[in-house]
């Protein structure tokens, strides 16, 4: 059986587990099912994403800006969508036109001179680039052994961009794109808020409409930075549910809107060219610490340490280093109540693959290929879902992917408070965490990198309110 779309106003994705029985997603009586949109209009649905399927076809133009994923010599790096089985874009036709132009400019302004040199100055004068890679000396002699040896540990310091995240790097370079298209309506969807403030900011500077979609759990979590996007200008919508359900409401307005509306994706998922889009314009992160590096040592990070959720923040600053394979690469992941518990958000951990948000990945889903519902304590990494291209260096080996638990990250969170004075998000916080385990595997003056993706005062209050009870606890 296939599930095709019948009404183009109001279906705006699909959902479907790679399996050869497909049973639909039903998101709400609100979103229809879809079939991709292939080569062959033939092919029922079930085939397209059929284990047998060596081509996942995307119907759009390839427009590559590097070179293309080539299992056959080890290219790990894509631009075109694709990467191995991962990606494409499943989407209605009504979108292939407009993904299509996106594409096109995608690939025209990274070379264009003027749009990068104009971006380089945002990025310098107003996002507040290039940031720190600073040395965690109290942190560094926290984790040493009993000889006095350990790894040397130096945070990436996003939290210090404006805004207070990494998000702006990617919303400053896709504002400017949208601009540039005559777009003059932003949409956005966000669930620790931090994409939502970065958009709200540069559509300020850049006097764009903004309308931000947000889950009404988010918004209750994230209050500060509700406050935040409607002091610089956005329209902040409640949606029913979480950042996942947020997303999907900000797709179906953009496809009622097509012509003067802009989704600016801020996670490294949807239909291609969104994933590669957010992984190239958050790069800048890798790009910096490979100078910064040399700089400092003389050399490479030894290990690199990222959270993931959906994988902007792994992707920027993991992507530089992919070819250097002396380089590690390890992503942490949300583990919530513990992965036995069924509440958490490991997608790469427990995931199977299948087809969300218009692009093929890991996702959480159940036997008959129903959504599960992620948990974390760190809002941002809520998510089913995951990057293309995170699934990709999964199955080839060049990443690692581990998880720890909602209290090893808030214990993280006092930890880097109490030894450095500095409040990560609770999202970097799951990197931070993961340090109790990796520092006694390493040798003696191990270069670890951390990419301290944001800034954790929105999280105080989910931190004070989680030592309360914990001593509450304790005193029974």
Not at 61 to 76: C, G
Not at 179 to 207: E, N, P, Y
Not at 237 to 257: C, L, M, Q, Y
Not at 426 to 433: G, K, P
Request: proline share 3%.
């Amino acid at each position: 059986m296939a599930y095709t779309y019948k009404n183009f106003s109001t279906a705006t994705l699909y959902h479907t587990k790679q399996s050869s029985f497909c049973k639909p997603k039903v998101f709400s009586t609100k979103i229809l099912n879809l079939e991709p949109i292939i080569k062959d209009r033939s092919l029922t649905l079930c085939s397209t994403v059929s284990r047998n399927t060596s081509d996942y076809s995307i119907g759009l133009k390839h427009v590559p800006t590097r070179s293309e994923v080539d299992q056959t010599d080890d290219t790990l790096i894509s631009t075109t969508g694709k990467f191995g089985r991962f990606g494409g874009a499943f989407v209605p036709e009504i979108l292939v036109t407009c993904l299509n132009k996106l594409v096109a400019e995608f690939s025209l302004i990274l070379h264009d001179f003027e749009f990068q040199a104009e971006l380089a100055i945002a990025l310098r004068d107003y996002v507040g680039r290039e940031t720190p890679l600073y040395f965690a000396q109290r942190l560094t002699n926290y984790f040493k052994n009993d000889d006095g040896e350990g790894p040397q540990i130096y945070l990436k310091r996003e939290d210090l961009n404006h805004g207070g995240a990494h998000k702006i790097n990617n919303a400053m370079a896709q504002a400017m794109l949208a601009k540039r298209m005559g777009r003059q309506s932003i949409l956005a969807a966000t669930g620790a808020g931090q994409h939502g403030v970065a958009t709200a900011a540069v559509c300020a500077k850049l006097s764009l409409d903004c309308t931000i979609f947000m889950g009404d759990v988010d918004i209750e979590r994230q209050s500060s930075n509700v406050i935040l996007m409607r002091q610089l200008g956005a329209q902040v919508k409640s949606v029913e549910g979480t950042f996942k359900d947020a997303t999907s409401e900000a797709i179906r307005n953009w496809v009622n809107d097509l012509e003067n509306s802009y989704y600016l994706a801020g996670t490294a998922v949807s239909p291609h060219p969104c994933p590669s889009m957010v992984r190239e314009f958050q790069s800048v992160i890798g790009k910096e610490t490979r100078k910064q590096a040399m700089e400092k040592w003389g050399g490479k990070p030894d290990v690199i340490l990222a959270c993931v959720g959906s994988g902007s923040n792994a992707l920027g600053i993991f992507h530089e280093f992919v070819r250097d394979e002396d380089v590690r690469l390890i992503g942490v992941e949300a583990g919530g109540n513990g992965i036995e518990s069924g509440k958490h958000s490991a997608t790469l951990a427990k995931g199977e693959v299948g087809v969300y948000h218009g692009s093929m990945s890991y996702l959480l889903q159940d036997d008959e290929g129903q959504i599960i519902g992620p948990h974390s304590i760190g809002v941002g990494l809520e998510y089913p879902g995951v990057s293309p291209e995170l699934s990709f260096l999964k199955d080839v080996g060049r990443a690692e992917f581990y998880t720890v638990t909602d209290e090893e990250a808030l214990d993280a969170y006092s930890m880097l408070c109490r030894l450095e004075g500095i409040f990560p998000a609770l999202e970097a916080a799951h990197a931070l965490a993961y340090l109790r385990k990796l520092c006694p595997t390493l040798p003696n003056g191990t270069k670890v990198v951390v990419n301290c993706s944001g800034r954790g005062d929105k999280d105080a209050a989910t931190v004070f309110k989680y030592q309360q009870d914990r001593a509450q606890l304790t005193n029974i």
